[in-house]
């Protein structure tokens, strides 16, 4: 039997609903912040879907924080779909997105930097990040308390583009 295909393609307007509950369940299990329906309406242009077999199995997204620097957000796989490999190649997809618009950094806060170590990122001081923190973070309701580790990947292959 062949294995299932797994399609990586920009998200529509129909996949907010399945977007948000994917979202939603991974906010409830306290893996990433929530985020509303509304927001992914305004936000949909920067999610990048893996669908297998029609089903929504893995999220993520790419935010542009100033001329140099994005951030992948909200990303998720579903639990039927753990361990195949589709995070590494939603935030794959990610990356080469940010590679194509010109952005010399990729940042994210994340629970699982291990993850995103793989991938070569590194951990870095939020300090590092002014227009996370100011633009969004300052917003958050865990701005006092944060409690995700940020990480960083240098797209020019500088040291300290920070």
């Not at 977007?19 to 999610?47: C, K, M, S, W, Y």
């Not at 879907?49 to 957000?73: F, K, N, S, T, W």
């Not at 227009?131 to 917003?139: G, R």
Request: hydrophobic share 50%.
């Amino acid at each position: 039997m062949p294995e299932p295909v797994v399609a990586l393609r920009a998200a529509r307007l129909a996949d907010v609903p399945a977007i948000h509950a994917l979202l939603r369940e991974q906010a409830a299990a306290g893996n990433l912040l929530p985020r509303t329906q509304e927001n992914l309406v305004r936000h949909v242009r920067d999610f990048v879907v893996a669908e297998r077999d029609g089903v929504l199995a893995a999220v993520g997204a790419l935010e542009i924080m100033g001329p140099d620097l994005g951030e992948v957000r909200s990303l998720a796989v579903a639990p039927a779909f753990h361990r195949q490999g589709l995070g590494e190649r939603v935030t794959r997809a990610l990356l080469e997105q940010a590679r194509a618009v010109g952005l010399k950094r990729v940042m994210a806060l994340t629970y699982v930097p291990g993850f995103f170590a793989r991938l070569g990122f590194e951990v870095v001081s939020k300090d590092d990040l002014p227009e996370k923190v100011w633009q969004v973070c300052v917003k958050c309701y865990k701005f006092n308390r944060c409690d995700e580790i940020a990480v960083m990947l240098r797209l020019d292959g500088s040291a300290d583009a920070a």
